[in-house]
C-alpha cells in the first residue's frame, strides 16, 4: 500500500484525487479479508471517481501516454508550498528543508512505480491500462494551454526514469528554477475574481493570451524601446518606474504590454490584469504576490475616471503616499486615452469660485494620480505616411497581395468611416479583407 498519507509539504487537499486513492486502497485491502459486495460496490465506484478525473484531466490538458504519470507530474509543478515557493526562479536552495523534501520525493517515487493492481485484484477490473497508455488526441486547437502541456509531460519522463531521489530531487529543483511553481510559475497572465464565500479576491489565469510580441507593433520604436529600457530595469532589480501609456485609440499601447509579457515571461514577468472598479482590492492583491520571487506588472487598460468616481484615490495610495511600501516586485502600468487620467473641466483653469473656492488644489488633485506614473509614453495617430507603412506591413505578414495603389486606396476608404488612421484600423481593414469570399 502506497504511503500517501505520510506527505508532509506535497499533501492533497482534503477530497483530492490522491486522498481518495488513499481511501480506496484501504477499501480495498478491508475488502479483500472480507468479501463483502456491498463493500466491492462501493469501492467500485470510488475507483471509477478516480479513472474518470485522470481522463477528465488529460483530455482538458491534453496529456496522453501515462495519465498517471501525467498527473502526478501536474501534482508536482502546480502545488505551492515552503519548498516549491523557495525554489521558484532560483532552483535548488540550502537549509533543513531539503531532508522534507526528499522523504515526499521518496513516496512520489513510489507512486509513480505503482500500478493499481492490488486495487484492480480486489475489484475484479482492469483499468489501469487504459490509463497507462492513452493515445494521443488528433486536434489539440481546443486545449487550455500546449506550451504547459509539453512542459509537464517532458518533466514526467523524466521523473519516471529518476531512479533515486537525488535524481528526482535535481528534475524537480530545475523544473522549480526554470519555470516556478503553482499558478504562478506555469501561466503569464491573470485577473482577479470575487467568488462567492470567498471575503479576498482570488488571483486566477488567464489562459488564453494573444502571441504578440513589441517587434509585431510597426512604427513607434522610440515607444518601445523606451517601455523596454523601464522593463529590463525592473527584472533585473534596478530602479524602475510605474509606466503610463497614453495616446490616441487603437495606436498599439495594450499591444504593447502584451509583447512586453510575452518577450519577458522567461525571466520572470507576470501581469496581473484589474479593472477600475477593482481598485479598492489593490492591496489585498498585492499582499498575495508580494513574497514571491516573480516580477509582476499589475496592468490597468484604458484607465480614466470621471469627476464623480473617486476610485482613483485607491490607486494613487498604492502608488506612492501610503504608510506601506509597494514591493520592489511590483510595478504598475497602465493605458488610457487621456494624459491626466481624470476629466478637467474649465472651471478648474479659470478658477470659478461658484463651484470651489480653491481651484489650484482642485487641478493639483485632479493631476497628482499622473505624476504618480514617473514613465510616460505618447502613442500618437500616425500620420499618412506611417499609416502606409503599418498597413504594407501588416498585408505582407498576412499573406494579402494585393497591389499597393490599391491596397492604399481602398483602405483610406475605410479608415475614413471606421475611426481614422490607427494601428488597429488597419488590421480591420486586413481582417475585412481575408473574411472576404473568394470571387
Known amino acids: 500500500m502506497s504511503r500517501i498519507s505520510e506527505l508532509i509539504l506535497y499533501r492533497d487537499r482534503e477530497g483530492g484525487l490522491l486522498s481518495r486513492l488513499s481511501d480506496l486502497q484501504s477499501r480495498c485491502a478491508d475488502l479483500m479479508r472480507s468479501g463483502d459486495e456491498k463493500q466491492r460496490q462501493q469501492a467500485a465506484d470510488l475507483c471509477m471517481e478516480i479513472m474518470q478525473e485522470l481522463v477528465e484531466t488529460a483530455m ?43 522523504h515526499d520525493f521518496q513516496i512520489f517515487i513510489e507512486l509513480f512505480a505503482y500500478d493499481f493492481r492490488d486495487i484492480e485484484e480486489a475489484l475484479g477490473l482492469q483499468l489501469y491500462r487504459m490509463a497507462s497508455d492513452f493515445p494521443v488526441g488528433g486536434d489539440d486547437r481546443r486545449l487550455f494551454n500546449r506550451r ?22 535535481a528534475a524537480v529543483d530545475a523544473f522549480y528554477k526554470d519555470f516556478g511553481c503553482g499558478k504562478f510559475g506555469l501561466h503569464k497572465a491573470f485577473r482577479v475574481l470575487h467568488r462567492e464565500g470567498e471575503a479576498q479576491p482570488v488571483i486566477v489565469p ?22 523596454r529600457e523601464n522593463t529590463e530595469a525592473f527584472l533585473a532589480g534596478r530602479r524602475a518606474n510605474n509606466c ?26 507576470r501581469v496581473i490584469e484589474i479593472y477600475k472598479h477593482q481598485l479598492r482590492d489593490l492591496v489585498d492583491v498585492i499582499a498575495q504576490i508580494k513574497n514571491r520571487n516573480y516580477r509582476f506588472i499589475i496592468y490597468m487598460d484604458d484607465l480614466s475616471f ?11 495610495a498604492v502608488i506612492e503616499g501610503g504608510l506601506e511600501k509597494k514591493p520592489d516586485n511590483v510595478l504598475i502600468y497602465a493605458t488610457s486615452n487621456r494624459r491626466h487620467l481624470i476629466r478637467e473641466n474649465y472651471a478648474d483653469k479659470e478658477g470659478d469660485i461658484r463651484s470651489d473656492m480653491h481651484t489650484s488644489d482642485t487641478v493639483q488633485e485632479k493631476l497628482s494620480l499622473a505624476y504618480r506614473f514617473g514613465v510616460t509614453i505618447y502613442f500618437p495617430a500616425p500620420v499618412k505616411k506611417e499609416f502606409q507603412e503599418i498597413l504594407k506591413g501588416i498585408a505582407d505578414r498576412s499573406g494579402v497581395n494585393l497591389p499597393e495603389e490599391e491596397l492604399f486606396l481602398e483602405a483610406n476608404k475605410w479608415e475614413l468611416s471606421h475611426g481614422g488612421r490607427s494601428g488597429r484600423t488597419a488590421q480591420q481593414f486586413i481582417d475585412y479583407l481575408l473574411g472576404k469570399a473568394p470571387e
Not at 497614453?246 to 499591444?255: E, I, L, P, Q, W
Open 244 to 269: 503610463l501609456l497614453f495616446g490616441d485609440a487603437g495606436t498599439g499601447k495594450s499591444s504593447s504590454i502584451k509583447g512586453i509579457l510575452n518577450e519577458y515571461y522567461d525571466r520572470g514577468l
Open 206 to 227: 488567464i489562459t488564453n493570451i494573444a502571441h504578440v510580441r513589441l517587434d509585431d507593433l510597426i512604427g513607434y520604436e522610440s515607444q518601445k524601446q523606451k517601455l
Open 306 to 316: 470621471e469627476e464623480f468616481e473617486t476610485e482613483y484615490k485607491y490607486l494613487k
Open 148 to 169: 504547459i502541456r509539453d512542459r509537464i509531460e517532458n518533466l514526467s519522463v523524466k521523473l519516471a526514469q529518476a531512479g533515486t531521489v537525488e535524481a528526482f530531487k
Open 60 to 102: 482538458s490538458h491534453g496529456f496522453s501516454g501515462n495519465l498517471w504519470h501525467s498527473y502526478l507530474t501536474y501534482l508536482l509543478v502546480y502545488h505551492e508550498n515552503a519548498y516549491s515557493r523557495a525554489c521558484e526562479i532560483r532552483g535548488t536552495i540550502a537549509g533543513g528543508i531539503n531532508p522534507v523534501a526528499e
